[in-house]
DNA sequence: CCCGTGATTTAT
DNA sequence: TAAATCACGGGG
């Protein structure tokens, strides 16, 4: 059996768990099956001070509940009407900060991920980017909360490589949040670096 | 590059 | 009420 990380790994400020997730594996069990990826792409979201982040000022809404509750769970919402993101929540219960799943490098289950996805497209294709990889593993409203640690639809293996190298992590800021004035600048996506499976270079 | 998509939150 | 949003796919 494949070791899950711990409570405590998640118990960490979003930037070392962002950075400590590349390349550790994200399973889905969907009908007693696996599907699986490596993860080559993350963003940390540092809560109350964090204007890009969905708690930022203190928000408490029905939709970021899971975000206010214990590192380790999962925290899916819902966007533009038409899309789900996963996040995984980080720190303790009351620090309402986290890390956006944005890619995976998908290593099980790539026939059912490919019928989750609508369109035809190249593997490379199939998780680069934070809805992309909820189609492909079917994550939406229902696993909001879910624990990653001891749950056994969602949860986090730790890979053999246990992490990557400083030095094939590229940091840049993060995604979609231009509206986030000193925010946006910031250095809080990472990525491996010249990785086929990220949502854009 | 722009556009349609359209749930949820926040501002007006 | 209305605008804005942690995207994506498809068409110029």
Known sequence: MHARLTREFFRRD???????????????????QRLAG???ETEAYL?????AAHTYNGRRTPRNASMWGDGGHAYVYFTYGLHHCCNVVCGRAEEPV????????????LDVMR?????????TNLCSGPAKLAQ????DRKLDGADLVAGDTLFLER???????????????RIGVDYAGEWAARPLRFHLRDHPHISRA
């Open 115 to 123: 019928r989750h996805r609508k369109a035809h497209m190249p593997d």
């Open 47 to 51: 809560g109350i001070p964090d204007k």
């Open 159 to 173: 890979t053999r490589s246990r992490c990557v190298a400083a030095s094939r992590i590229v940091a840049s800021p």
């Open 136 to 139: 492909a593993l079917a994550i």
């Open 98 to 109: 986290a890390v956006l799943l944005r890619a995976l490098e998908p290593t099980e289950g």
């Open 38 to 40: 490596l993860i080559v």
């Open 14 to 32: 979003p930037v070392a768990v962002a950075r400590a997730l590349l390349g550790q594996r994200l399973v889905r069990v969907l009908h007693g």
